[in-house]
């Protein structure tokens, strides 16, 4: 406003002159500056009249500008737009912004089913747009009571969107008493999962990933069925390949998951009660391998004493074997015998 008091109008505005506006000017371009002109007292202003529809109007204005991008919200506003006022559908939508018909589906959704309450707090920071898009809209469909709810915990919790996909997830799969207790308390939910990445981040990291995997596959298989017309023999080839490989490695991770759980993760020792007799097939134990060392190091004796607690648990006797006794000998080389 001080700009165009000192100056005057720098920029004309854009209107557009067709039948959807009764043959009058639709202003494309320009409401704040016709504000503040409408304050300074003006009553004229200078336009540029664009020879086209409205509609392909805001398509060039919205190509045209150089400011930053526009919200999520702004980009919802618009497409309402021209989806109320021109007809436009889901897929002439996503033509004319050169964007996937999901994308428009769910910009369109943040401004239709969300309440004025939760958008609000999207405008404001409190909540994320890509987070309101991804849990809350699926929640306003099923529910518009839980979902103002579940934004309210939200806020409150200050939750990233890591959290917000738990506490969704977890209100998706519970029965109706455990969504009435998460939707109550939900820092009690969010707290026993914080726990658990702190203690196992590593294992964490994996869950994540393999549900992001999962995610993507399923989204690959929605897209599959209408980009099959497309696709011709080699690339059909190639996504066969693909498809493949992806279904190796998944059977790689899944036979190390099993190898690992098939693993005992505590090894067997021997105790003080072990007779020291092996099973046929069996390596040697560690006392056994330990007597046939100090066997060969004592070679030159003639006698060789073994200690009782390794060959009779209940006695604390000794027994003397000579040294040309075949049992003996089987000690010194350390291979399988009977026990005295």
């Known amino acids: 406003m001080a700009s165009l008091a000192e100056?005057?109008?720098?920029?004309?505005?854009?209107?557009?002159?067709?039948?959807e506006a009764g043959e009058?000017?639709?202003?494309i371009d320009g409401h704040k500056r016709i504000a503040a002109l409408?304050?300074?007292?003006?009553?004229?202003?200078?336009?540029?009249?664009?020879?086209?529809?409205?509609?392909?109007?805001?398509?060039?204005?919205?190509s045209l500008r150089c400011r930053p991008q526009e919200s999520a919200l702004e980009q919802g506003w618009l497409l309402v737009e021209m989806e109320r006022s021109f007809g436009y559908g889901l897929e002439e939508l996503a033509r004319r912004f050169d964007r996937s018909v999901s994308w428009v589906s769910r910009r369109l959704a943040l401004v239709e089913l969300l309440p004025e309450s939760i958008q609000q707090q999207v405008r404001e920071g409190k909540l994320g747009a890509q987070l309101a898009m991804k849990y809350l809209v699926p929640l306003a469909r099923v529910s518009l009571e839980d979902c103002v709810r579940m934004a309210s915990a939200l806020v409150q919790q200050r939750c990233n969107t890591r959290e917000a996909g738990q506490l969704y997830a977890a209100w998706r799969e519970g029965?109706?008493?455990?969504?009435?207790?998460?939707?109550?308390?939900?820092?009690?939910?969010?707290?026993?999962?914080?726990?658990v990445p702190a203690s196992r981040p590593a294992a964490a990291g994996v869950e994540r990933d393999l549900e992001m995997a999962?995610?993507?596959?399923?989204?690959?298989?929605?897209?599959l069925a209408a980009a099959l017309p497309e696709m011709d023999g080699p690339r059909q080839e190639q996504a066969q390949r693909q498809i493949a490989s992806a279904r190796q490695e998944l059977e790689r991770m899944a036979a190390r998951i099993g190898k690992e759980q098939a693993t005992p993760h505590v090894e067997p020792s021997p105790t003080h009660r072990d007779s020291g007799t092996e099973c046929k097939g069996s390596e040697p134990t560690r006392d056994r391998a330990r007597v046939a060392t100090v066997a060969l190091e004592r070679t030159q004796s003639s006698t060789l004493e073994?200690?009782?607690?390794?060959?009779?648990?209940?006695?604390?006797?000794?027994?003397?074997?000579?040294?040309?006794d075949p049992r003996a000998l089987d000690l010194l080389?350390?291979?399988?015998?009977?026990?005295?």
Request: proline share 5%.
């Open 38 to 62: 409408k304050h300074l007292g003006r009553d004229t202003i200078e336009a540029t009249v664009w020879r086209m529809s409205a509609a392909e109007a805001l398509l060039l204005e919205r």
């Open 333 to 340: 080389q350390g291979e399988p015998g009977a026990s005295p």
């Open 24 to 27: 009058r000017y639709l202003v």
């Open 214 to 223: 999962v995610a993507i596959l399923r989204r690959t298989g929605r897209r």
């Open 306 to 324: 073994l200690d009782a607690d390794s060959g009779n648990p209940t006695g604390g006797e000794s027994r003397t074997l000579s040294a040309t």
């Open 175 to 195: 029965s109706r008493v455990v969504r009435e207790r998460i939707l109550a308390e939900p820092e009690l939910f969010l707290k026993t999962q914080r726990q």
């Open 7 to 19: 100056s005057g109008q720098q920029t004309p505005i854009v209107v557009v002159l067709g039948a």
